[in-house]
């Protein structure tokens, strides 16, 4: 069983910094993909950023120059590093990984953490 388990949320000032971290842990053959997402009520989720080995990060039009997406292979971790945090940013981020559980296992499965809520207060 897979289980994406993310940390560093909270509570922030506008003009502030976080930084999430997202661990993998189970019985994981190969991850491709790994990213972060954002929702707020009533929205559908969003792409916030994705990372895959060999390939430029691609970020949100909105956190472009401020949001850093990096990732640990060997910790099986992601990281979003958040700087100059605005209100609009606040939501709960879910990290994500598509991944392969066994060899055999063919097609990349996503996977989802539970999220966790990051507030920038005006």
């Known amino acids: 069983q897979v289980q994406l388990v993310e940390s560093g949320g909270g509570l922030v000032q506008a003009g502030g910094s976080l930084r999430l971290s997202c661990t993998a842990s189970g019985i994981i053959f190969r991850i491709g993909a790994m990213g972060w997402y954002r929702q707020t009520p009533g929205n559908q989720r969003e792409l916030v950023a994705t990372i895959r080995d060999g390939v430029s990060p691609n970020y949100a039009d909105s956190v472009k120059g401020r949001f850093t997406i990096s990732r640990d292979n060997a910790k099986k971790m992601v990281y979003l590093e958040m700087n100059s945090l605005k209100p609009e940013d606040t939501a709960i981020y879910y990290c994500?990984?598509?991944?392969?559980?066994?060899?055999?296992?063919?097609?990349?499965?996503?996977?989802w953490g539970q999220g966790t809520q990051v507030t920038v207060s005006s």
């Open positions: 994500a990984a598509d991944l392969r559980p066994r060899p055999w296992s063919g097609a990349e499965l996503r996977y």
